[in-house]
């Protein structure tokens, strides 16, 4: 049987992305090749949210993205408790924005 060599995969962190950017509001959209991920800042008393980054990916990164996502929210829950939403979730299945912003206007 051959052996398999896995390689490791290295990341560079850069000092002007490492401490991360601030978002309580994502907005997404697809396309049939491509997802959109908005990732947006929502400020009371601003005018405007702002869009703080935005990722393009393709559906299956999507999906593997939802994965990840929903492995670490569960690994997060089992070691500090359930996560509870102060805002309830529309017919649609989606999060009402926060600081009373309507559908549509952010």
Partial sequence: MAEEKQQQLQIELKPEQAGGT???????????????LDFVQMLPAMPKAQVASRIIMAPEHAKRLLFALQDNVQKYE???????????????GRTIAPFNIKKGEA
């Fill in 78 to 92: 089992q070691t500090f408790g359930q996560i509870q939403l102060q805002q309830p979730q529309s017919k649609e």
């Fill in 22 to 36: 601030y978002s309580n509001l994502a907005v997404i959209t697809h396309s049939n090749c491509e997802f959109v």
